[in-house]
């Protein structure tokens, strides 16, 4: 007898296999999957929208045919002709399920939309933008001294401001002489000088305009797109804006998104292709939250990690899937904005990425070295910046460090069964009484704990920085042991614990409708993305010859959410005095930033790069060695004194042993 169906729904992650005709809602709500539905299913609302993934998905080992799903029927006809599906779209209510299928939820058809947790951080930059605006008064055509309007434009530039001479761009020119005459031949201009190359003509007005420029500075991420909207006269950061990264749907992590690439022909077009459009649509929606005419931003400074850069320069990114990682190219790039499809901005708009500092580490570490500085410091300090992938930079005024580290989406609560994104409703804080096992927690979107009499709020899952403080608060209840072994209800003493196969996993919350647990596979995720962080901090100091740091740095948006504490019970970053631990918040994001409102600082972070020394995680022997030993919690080998002054651990230990065959239990204090 043939299996069911087996159904996958990205970017969640989650799998199952039902009978076939099931509809794709019915399987969604079967399977806790979070997509949306207000009509009951009638084909009224389109809220449960979903884009089937057909072809090969070597990711998840399937092959999606073009009859996986039932064909097109009258009630999403009747919603496609009265209201438009976007191409590719099926109604989740309506398509039932004839084989095996990945099925994208895109961020619209979420009940519980992603908050993007990347604010702009308050920062002193000083100000020299690229794209200025220059009042000129230009001399008038005079048939005794012949010249074009531009040539004049030039001389006027140059007379009052020291400028130019400026390159227009065609379409620039053809509204050169009704301005100008429109204007009495008083004009002001926008004028983009980097700070390399000529000068370029960015958008001219009659007049005087006082209306404002704008700039974009971008973190483009592995999972997340981020968006601060700046002032370029005053710097000021107008809005914030953020999107689930749409390429997610092929792949969580960077090296999925390669073998995607590799593995199906146009694949990173198609990547290319969800990028820009996701990128164009928020520059739209941040330009509508501050209130300004998208024209109006002329300047767009964009990071990334170096498959994030080849994708969106349209660039196949085979090359960093195998080693050297031979980038295409690792300086920065310079080009109109509308060759990146960024067409909701002015049209003669700028882009600027910066420059990556090596295969496997791109330009969004770059950025945080711009951001924090690590060069220019007197105290050693290690940065991480967490993510998908994490990237690590070591260094003082000797020289900097860096690597990259493939620390997979778990931090990012996928591959966790009760994982989630960062939105309302998630656990992103845990505490458990040592004594009792009591649990309380708090969700986002609330300030109250959950323990609260006040507490009323509906909790859906737990993303990464819950998962991390709820297994450092297991490791410290003595729930789980160093090895990562979760403990049964009879070993641990609360009914909190329950068989699960032939482990267990300890209950967080639990309804009628919902439980949420850490279960052993959710442990092991966290000490292989864990193992993997620590083993390339460690690399890094081998290569400087040390064996602590003097400081802490964790950014990104994930980073800036972690309890350190928690993170240093874990073994997540080495043991350092916890005050000595700190959070630069998006500190790529404030990079961005400041290339975007000081041009010095492109030339300066262009200088950087060379010097910064990139060591390869991927061919050091070293790697595997510290991430074996980095598997326990906190560390097999490495002390960490610092972590036992302020949080002593039990030793626990839950192997099986003894001639009934139970686990046996230890505990001391320290």
């Known amino acids: ?3 069911d169906p087996l159904v996958i729904f990205t970017p969640s992650g989650k799998r199952a296999r039902v009978p076939a005709g099931t509809t794709v809602l019915a399987a969604a709500r079967r399977m806790g999957v979070d997509l949306d539905s207000v009509c009951g299913g009638r084909g009224i609302c389109s809220k449960c929208q979903v884009s089937p993934q057909f072809g090969q998905h070597s990711k998840h080992g399937v092959t999606v045919r073009d009859d996986a799903l039932s064909g097109w029927n009258a009630v999403e006809a009747r919603y496609d002709e009265k209201r ?18 990945v099925l994208d939820v895109p961020p619209e058809s979420q009940v519980h939309r992603q908050v993007i947790r990347k604010a702009a951080t308050a920062r002193e930059i000083r100000m020299d933008p690229a794209t200025r605006l220059y009042f000129v008064e230009v001399d008038e055509p005079d048939m005794h001294e012949p010249s074009g309007d531009l040539e004049r434009l030039n001389r006027a530039l140059k007379a009052q401001w020291n400028i130019g001479p400026v390159e227009a761009p065609l379409p620039l020119l053809r509204k050169l002489q009704p301005i100008l005459r429109k204007g009495a031949f008083r004009v002001t ?23 404002g420029l704008y700039g974009l500075a971008i973190d483009l991420g592995s999972t997340t797109i981020a968006a601060h909207l700046c002032d370029l006269d005053t710097g000021a950061v107008l809005a914030s804006a953020g999107l689930m990264n749409p390429q997610i749907r092929f792949g969580e992590d960077l090296m999925s998104r390669v073998s995607y690439s590799m593995m199906n022909p146009g694949g990173d077009l198609e990547m290319t292709k969800a990028v820009r459009e996701a990128m164009d649509q928020l520059a739209a929606d941040i330009a509508a939250e501050a209130g300004i005419a998208p024209a109006a931003i002329v300047e767009a400074v964009i990071v990334c990690n170096p498959v994030m850069h080849h994708l969106l320069l349209g660039i196949d990114p085979v090359e960093l899937g195998q080693a050297p990682f031979a980038l295409s190219t690792s300086d920065a790039v310079e080009c109109a904005a509308a060759e990146l499809d960024l067409t909701r901005l002015n049209p003669a708009a700028r882009a600027y990425l910066l420059p990556c500092i090596a295969g496997h580490v791109g330009a969004d570490a770059a950025a945080v070295a711009l951001s924090e500085e690590p060069g220019k410091q007197d105290e050693l300090s290690l940065i991480v ?16 460090l860096a690597c990259s580290s493939p620390t997979g989406p778990a931090f990012e609560g996928a591959q966790i069964s009760s994982g989630q994104r960062a939105a309302n409703g998630a656990i992103d804080a845990v505490r458990i009484d040592p004594e009792t096992k009591d649990v309380r927690f708090r969700v986002i979107g609330s300030d109250l704990w959950s323990d609260d009499p006040a507490f009323d709020f509906e909790v859906t899952g737990i993303c990464g920085s819950g998962i991390i403080e709820a297994l450092a608060e297991m ?13 049964s209800a009879e070993q641990v003493g609360t009914d909190r614990l329950r068989a699960d196969n032939r482990t267990h996993q300890f209950v967080l919350y639990e309804t009628p409708d919902r439980t949420i647990s850490v279960t052993q596979g959710d442990v092991r995720a966290i000490q292989l993305a864990k193992s993997a962080l620590y083993a390339g901090a460690r690399l890094l100091m081998d290569e400087r010859g040390v064996d602590k740091v003097d400081r802490v740095v964790l950014a990104g948006a994930f980073g800036a959410h972690i309890s350190p504490k928690h993170a240093m019970i874990l073994g997540m970053i080495p043991d350092v005095p916890l005050d000595k631990v700190t959070s630069a918040g998006n500190a790529a994001g404030t990079g961005a930033r400041i290339a975007l409102l000081n041009r010095a600082a492109r030339a300066e972070i262009e200088q950087t790069v060379r010097r910064i020394h990139k060591v390869e995680t991927a061919i050091e022997p070293r790697f595997q060695e510290h991430f074996v030993a980095a598997n326990a919690l906190p560390h097999a080998v490495d002390p960490f004194p610092e972590l036992r002054k302020i949080a002593p651990l039990p030793d626990v230990s839950f192997n099986t042993g003894g001639e009934d065959g139970r686990q046996r239990r230890r505990r001391r204090k320290g």
């Open 189 to 211: 201009v926008a004028v983009h000088q980097a700070h390399r190359g000529p000068a370029r003509l960015i958008d001219i007005w009659p007049g005087l305009y006082e209306s």
């Open 385 to 400: 910046d967490v993510g998908t992938n994490a990237e690590i930079l070591l260094g003082d005024r000797n020289g900097v």
């Open 475 to 487: 490791r410290s209840a003595g729930i789980i042991d160093a090895s990562g072994l979760i403990g």
């Open 1 to 3: 007898m043939s299996e």
């Open 84 to 101: 438009g599906l976007k191409p590719g779209r099926r109604l989740g209510c309506q398509a039932q399920i004839c084989g095996d299928v």
